[in-house]
């Protein structure tokens, strides 16, 4: 369990009966409330449904800070785009930065939320060029950074930062916009019409002009290809009481990520990263810690070039939206991702919508790479993995189930596939869920599907 999830919060009203409205958003995290904080105002009647409580998904499991010097993300994405768009990515994040901790303060939402330096430091000699490049760009585009030291390394530094409480800012928006939010509402299905969408709710029809997909993963496949054009990175996390919390936070440019951030009493040490289907034993991971008070893992998405997915999923068609790929920034992308989808459905000019749009050409090489690792990954995902101690494999009838046996003997028994793609699922020892090794879905203990991509459960059922 992570550190916010400590936080509780009280289930809104189900979906019970049939409904129509002009926009429905699916999904109830940082991405799908800000989309609804941006449309309330609006003369589009909107509802929002989220399949449990909103808040407790990846944005639950964050470090939260809310900042635009983002590691090496901008390096890639200057070195994948160029500075042109590299500059553009920038303004949308000071622009995202400046405009949530402004929405917390106009509606006085009690979140922590703390002004706090950003540090982006450099953990090995040999990349300092790097952070030398990465300061000139800053300077180019006006930002006010210093040169300084972070423990003893070179490092970058931005006044303009924050860091907050997730959950707290997600009950902040849910007590503005209960009107319109319907928790322990699944989507099951989405049937396009001409004109219009039916969506399946706790066996309700809700009937929506437009959709906005805030689920983090497409749970579907088509039309957009979703798993061949983003991976997903699993992250590590401990929680530590220390002595001496400080009002700052701090990352490394490097590729092997180090982050790190306080809350009250507590410093947040987010110390390892990997690609989610080249995943190693958690346990082995966590092993270093010797004592901490909370430890947890999320995964976050990368798009193919590293710029989120914020828009339309088709040229032809702005009925069917989406926001997400925020690369392990979501704060600053879905605040101003959401004001970007506002104004795709009020059909108002944005300076975003060009960079974010979902239909962007996507390097070739780029796509055919990524997918080619896609494939190698679901093929080495059922192979049941040697990393999964503990777990027997076996058949019950027809069918293929994987078998967890706890401290007390217990049987756990589930289906040895994820739902979305046939995929391969290895046991998290340290969270006891079942996590799928290509795209990240998660399954409790005895199979209730807890994050997607799935949208199914992986219950055993003689
Ligand atoms: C380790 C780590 C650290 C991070 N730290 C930071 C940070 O410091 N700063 C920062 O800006 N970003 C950070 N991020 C990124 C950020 O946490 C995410 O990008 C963001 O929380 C994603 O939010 P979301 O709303 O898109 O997804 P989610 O929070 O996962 O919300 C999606 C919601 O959709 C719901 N849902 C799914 N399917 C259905 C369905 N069929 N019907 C109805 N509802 C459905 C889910 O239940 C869920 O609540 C971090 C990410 C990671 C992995």
Redesign the pocket.
Known sequence: MSIWQEEKSVALKKIDKNMEVDVLI????????SVLYQLKDTSLKTIL???????????????????YLQGSLLRKIRKFHGSEVASKYLQAERDGVFLLQKIIKKEKISCDLKKSSSYLFCSHEKNLIQLHEEYDFLIKNQVKVFKTYFQDKLALKIEDSYTFH?IKYIKGLKQILKAYIYEN????KICKKDSYYEVL?NGCLITAKKIVL???YP?FLKPFLFPFKNYA???Y?VAKKVNNPLEL?AINIDEDVL?L?YYKNYLLY?FH?EVTSKRGCLKESFENFSSFDYRW?????FTNDYLPFIGAFSKHDDSFLF??G?G???????TIGSVVIRDILLKKQNPYISLFNPYRNLKIERLIHDSFSTFLAIVKSTKNNVNNQGVIYKKIGDQDVAIYVDENKKEHIVLNRCPHMKCGLIFNQIEKTWDCLCHGSRFSLDGKCI??PS?FDISFKK
């Open positions: 699916i999904g109830g995290g940082i991405s799908g409330l449904v989220e399949k449990r409580l909103c808040g407790y998904g990846v944005t639950s499991k964050s470090t939260a800070k809310i900042t997730p509402s699944k989507v099951e709710i805030a689920t983090h749970y990175e699993t992250s996390i936070n982050s951030r987010l990263s893992t999320n995964k976050d998405l926001l997400g925020y392990t920034w979501g704060f600053s992308n879905a994050e997607g949208n």
